[in-house]
């Protein structure tokens, strides 16, 4: 049967969740356990039920949608991805992939189609982890390795801890175990998303299939100098944090780019200086490491370059240092069988398409540890990404919700 999604429903689904959240900064900031959340969760549930499916949230706030199979026993083919955003973001990053899962079961669902495995489409929670620096949460929680910790020590800006935030939305932070799942529940697991790079519209190809997806390790560093006078204290004297903050951002720049792998990448993110005076020497900086790559070997390298780097600036400029490993998310490799599947469903619909990995990280690459995942990727406008001027041709959309169609549309049958 030659099953078609519907580009002109994908596009205005896309923009109808685009209706919550929308900062007065530009682009849009829905967060984890918000009103602005729960409501484009509310309009995406739904969607869900338009579709045939049976919809229920877990302990964590992710949000299920099931449509039944014939045989009801057997593991369910799953697709999904999220809604929240990072501050200020975009439009496409995460609701494309759940925009395209709803479609897919309900281009089934219209055609009266019976498929043995159940489907279901996962909205995880927070998968951004913008309010407290706690990415992939959602499907975190569905491994079942939450820690107590991060319930009670995360905190965002206003100082509210993820359990108070959970409470506040109505979930219960000391059921949280209750949202893990055995990976026998699934069959496999799809996800659509915008690449967040080049490569796709550098190549002139359509989609990409995900190999593998980066990990990532988050460090942080305080250093402390002394905060002085800025006209009255000599250029020799001084111990400024910030200046030497600055040369750990280029040695930074020069490990990730000449030391270490093809793939490795270091960011730092945030940097935090006080007093903040314009006439004060910074006394004291904060800031963040970002470290990513496919292969855990090189990331850890990178990791204990930079930490190596940063003592030694720290050394040579009188100044006090602290590292902290605030994070770690393993890399993975993707199901080589889904990998080819999705590869000949894109010959087969005339959709060109490459092989690549992801440097930004995704839920993907937790529900690795449950069941095989294919990822598809559809190109970003000037790999532009996280930002309110993100965007993926819809055309493109559409060819992505295609793919993935078939792709559950075979595994369910």
């Given at each position: 049967?030659d099953?078609?999604?519907?580009?002109?429903?994908l596009?205005?689904?896309i923009e109808?969740?685009?209706?919550f959240?929308k900062d007065?900064?530009?682009?849009w900031s829905?967060?984890?356990?918000?009103?602005?959340?729960k409501?484009?969760?509310?309009?995406?549930?739904?969607?869900?039920?338009k579709?045939?499916?049976?919809?229920?949230l877990?302990a964590?706030?992710n949000?299920?949608g099931?449509r039944?199979g014939?045989a009801?026993?057997?593991?369910s083919v799953?697709?999904g991805?999220?809604i929240d955003?990072?501050?200020n973001?975009?439009m496409?990053?995460?609701?494309?992939?759940v925009i395209?899962?709803?479609e897919?079961?309900?281009?089934?669902h219209e055609?009266d189609?019976?498929?043995?495995?159940?489907?279901?489409?996962?909205v995880?929670a927070?998968?951004e982890?913008?309010?407290?620096?706690?990415?992939?949460?959602g499907s975190?929680?569905?491994?079942?390795?939450?820690q107590?910790?991060?319930?009670y020590?995360?905190?965002?800006?206003?100082g509210?801890t993820?359990?108070?935030a959970?409470?506040?939305?109505?979930?219960?932070?000391?059921?949280i175990e209750k949202?893990?799942?055995?990976?026998s529940r699934?069959?496999a697991?799809?996800?659509v998303?915008?690449?967040?790079?080049?490569v796709?519209?550098t190549?002139?190809?359509?989609l990409g299939v995900?190999?593998?997806?980066?990990?990532t390790a988050?460090?942080k560093?305080?250093l402390r100098?002394?905060p002085d006078h800025?006209?009255?204290?000599?250029?020799?004297?001084?111990?400024d944090?910030?200046?030497?903050?600055a040369?750990?951002?280029?040695d930074v720049?020069?490990?990730a780019a000449?030391?270490v792998?093809r793939h490795?990448?270091?960011?730092?993110g945030?940097?935090?200086?006080k007093?903040?005076?314009?006439?004060i020497i910074?006394?004291?900086?904060?800031?963040s490491?970002?470290?990513r790559?496919v292969?855990?070997?090189?990331?850890e390298?990178?990791?204990?370059?930079?930490?190596?780097?940063?003592?030694?600036v720290c050394?040579?400029?009188?100044?006090a240092?602290?590292?902290?490993?605030i994070?770690?998310?393993m890399?993975v490799s993707?199901?080589?069988e889904?990998?080819?599947?999705?590869?000949?469903?894109?010959?087969s619909e005339?959709?060109?398409?490459?092989r690549l990995?992801?440097?930004a990280?995704?839920?993907?690459?937790?529900?690795a540890?449950l069941?095989?995942v294919?990822?598809i990727?559809?190109?970003?406008v000037n790999?532009i990404s996280h930002?309110?001027?993100?965007k993926t041709?819809w055309?493109?959309?559409?060819?992505?919700?295609?793919?993935l169609?078939?792709?559950?549309y075979?595994?369910?049958?």
């Amino acid at each position: 049967m030659d099953l078609r999604v519907n580009p002109g429903r994908l596009k205005e689904r896309i923009e109808n969740v685009a209706r919550f959240g929308k900062d007065p900064a530009g682009g849009w900031s829905r967060f984890a356990f918000t009103e602005e959340e729960k409501h484009a969760r509310e309009f995406v549930t739904g969607l869900m039920e338009k579709a045939g499916m049976q919809v229920r949230l877990d302990a964590a706030g992710n949000l299920f949608g099931k449509r039944p199979g014939s045989a009801p026993e057997l593991p369910s083919v799953a697709a999904g991805s999220h809604i929240d955003t990072v501050i200020n973001g975009g439009m496409f990053d995460g609701v494309t992939g759940v925009i395209a899962a709803v479609e897919a079961v309900q281009v089934m669902h219209e055609n009266d189609i019976e498929t043995a495995h159940p489907l279901e489409v996962i909205v995880f929670a927070n998968e951004e982890g913008a309010r407290f620096d706690n990415a992939l949460w959602g499907s975190r929680a569905m491994l079942g390795i939450i820690q107590e910790e991060e319930l009670y020590g995360k905190k965002d800006k206003d100082g509210t801890t993820v359990a108070e935030a959970m409470r506040a939305a109505g979930f219960d932070p000391a059921e949280i175990e209750k949202a893990k799942v055995e990976g026998s529940r699934f069959k496999a697991f799809f996800e659509v998303h915008p690449e967040q790079s080049v490569v796709l519209e550098t190549n002139q190809v359509s989609l990409g299939v995900v190999e593998g997806i980066a990990g990532t390790a988050w460090l942080k560093a305080v250093l402390r100098g002394k905060p002085d006078h800025a006209g009255a204290t000599p250029m020799d004297l001084r111990r400024d944090a910030l200046a030497a903050s600055a040369a750990v951002i280029l040695d930074v720049e020069r490990i990730a780019a000449q030391e270490v792998g093809r793939h490795t990448v270091a960011t730092v993110g945030q940097l935090t200086l006080k007093p903040g005076g314009i006439n004060i020497i910074p006394g004291e900086v904060e800031m963040s490491f970002d470290i990513r790559d496919v292969s855990i070997d090189d990331r850890e390298k990178a990791v204990e370059l930079i930490k190596d780097a940063v003592e030694e600036v720290c050394q040579m400029r009188g100044i006090a240092v602290e590292i902290e490993e605030i994070g770690k998310v393993m890399p993975v490799s993707l199901s080589e069988e889904m990998a080819d599947l999705i590869e000949s469903i894109c010959m087969s619909e005339g959709i060109s398409c490459c092989r690549l990995v992801s440097g930004a990280g995704h839920d993907s690459q937790v529900m690795a540890f449950l069941t095989k995942v294919g990822m598809i990727f559809v190109p970003s406008v000037n790999g532009i990404s996280h930002n309110p001027e993100e965007k993926t041709d819809w055309q493109d959309v559409a060819n992505g919700a295609q793919v993935l169609l078939q792709a559950m549309y075979k595994l369910a049958q």
